[in-house]
């Protein structure tokens, strides 16, 4: 057993040993990374073909010039780790194969961050959105599949519970009025799944999962 802390390099650890295990079985071919308090916004088969047909993985990967992104940065990862490459994106993730083993495989850029990213700087949210914009971005769609509300402001997005959960509201997460890439055409099909809910929230879903979710 190994212990994840919050905001520590150990919640990387925790999903390298995740990726690693995953690749063991040579019939996997992506992997997602989801938290206990995320949901499927559509059922299975909808789900997997979307990801299976991707010529791109989901990773958010994005430049923030404030002192949440570019403030992280710490210029003893010199000269391997430029600031203009500097990244940040979400923990929940979804990468094809290739990518997973490079990710890995990796222990130059794992080991720079492991030493010099410490909180303020939170490994999980910039890691692996650095790693891959500095070699492998030209795989990578930049975005998430993992719809998430921001909308309060605040460090922690909105929490659903019992009382939200309607038709109404999964067809909202769903059409949301977003555009995105997908295979360079562009679709109002952003997410695949959403976050976060609260215990409360699972027999509601429940009782939706023949209408709404088609399980």
């Known amino acids: 057993m190994f ?7 150990s919640l990387v650890d925790a999903e390298r040993r995740l990726l690693a295990n995953a690749l063991l079985d040579f019939s996997n071919e992506r ?9 499927p916004i559509y059922n299975f088969p909808t789900v997997y073909k979307y990801l ?3 010529e791109y993985s989901f990773v958010e990967s994005y430049d923030e010039p404030t002192r949440y ?3 992280r940065y710490n210029r003893k990862m010199l000269p391997e780790i430029h600031l203009y490459q500097w990244r ?3 923990q929940w993730f979804e990468i094809q194969r290739d990518l997973a083993v490079y990710v890995v495989s990796d222990t130059k850029y794992y080991t720079i961050f492991k030493k010099y990213c410490r909180p303020a700087c939170y490994p999980d949210e910039h890691y692996i959105p650095t790693y891959l914009n500095m070699f492998h971005g030209s795989l990578n769609s930049n975005r998430s599949v993992t719809w998430v509300d921001w909308s309060a402001g605040g460090p922690h997005p909105a929490t659903y519970s019992g009382v939200n959960i309607t038709e109404d509201f999964i067809q909202s997460i769903r059409n949301n ?5 997908y ?5 109002s099909r952003c997410y695949l799944f959403a976050r976060k809910f609260a215990p409360s929230a ?10 709404v979710m088609e399980f």
């Open 69 to 71: 992104g570019r403030g």
């Open 183 to 187: 295979n360079s055409e562009m679709t």
């Open 52 to 54: 299976i047909r991707s």
């Open 3 to 9: 212990d994840v802390e919050w905001g520590s390099v």
């Open 177 to 181: 009025g977003t555009q995105c890439s």
């Open 202 to 211: 699972l027999v509601p879903l429940l009782s939706l999962t023949s209408t």
């Open 88 to 90: 940040k994106g979400s």
């Open 31 to 39: 992997f997602v990374l989801l938290s206990e308090s995320c949901i």
